[in-house]
Structures are given as C-alpha cells and as structure tokens.
C-alpha cells in the first residue's frame, strides 16, 4: 500500500510543479498623456498575476507605471503558445516589462 501511496506523491508533485513553472503572459493597451501616446504591449506576468484580468491589471499598472504609461485595457491572458501571433504587434512593448 505504502509503495502505491508514494507513487501517487511523486505524480502528484511532478504534475503541480509543473503547472506552477508554465508561463503566463498578458497583451494590454496602455497610454501617456501630453502628449497623448498610445502602446499595445505583451509582458510576462508572475504565476501570482495569471489568476485572472485584475491580478494582471494591478501588476501590469505597476510596472509600466514607472515609465509614465496608465493602463487602459488588458487584453487576454495566454501561455507561450500565444506569443509568436503578438510579437509583430507589440513591437518594442513586446516583453519591454
């Protein structure tokens, strides 16, 4: 019984792990004013911001904060899988934060 249990234990914690390492990623609409300059930008977001738009939103605003840019719109959430089909868009926003 003890064998089946660890089995179970290892599964489990090799599966976990690697959900907790996938990547997150998030596309966003941001501006700064005077004058009035718009971006569309993809960044990478901690595992701690991937639970949903807000999370991301409150990360996002931080980190572009500093440069002077005011978040207006998170786009999606989505994985690596959906990087490539941004990259041109995003342009110099693509993972600048």
């Not at 976990?16 to 718009?38: E, H, I, N, T, V």
């Not at 971006?39 to 738009?53: D, N, S, T, W």
């Not at 409150?58 to 207006?72: F, N, V």
């Not at 719109?73 to 995003?90: K, P, Y």
Request: proline residues 3%; aromatic residues 10%.
């Amino acid at each position: 019984m003890k064998p089946r249990f660890l089995l179970a234990a290892v599964l489990a914690a090799v599966t976990f792990a690697g959900a907790a390492s996938a990547q997150c990623y998030a596309d966003y609409k941001a501006k700064r004013d005077d004058p009035l300059r718009l971006h569309y930008g993809v960044i990478e977001l901690p595992a701690a911001a991937c639970g949903g738009r807000g999370d991301a939103a409150r990360e996002i605003d931080r980190r572009i904060g500093r440069d002077g840019w005011q978040l207006l719109n998170v786009m999606s959430i989505f994985g690596a899988d959906g990087l490539a089909e941004r990259q041109a868009s995003a342009g110099s926003f693509f993972l600048r934060y």
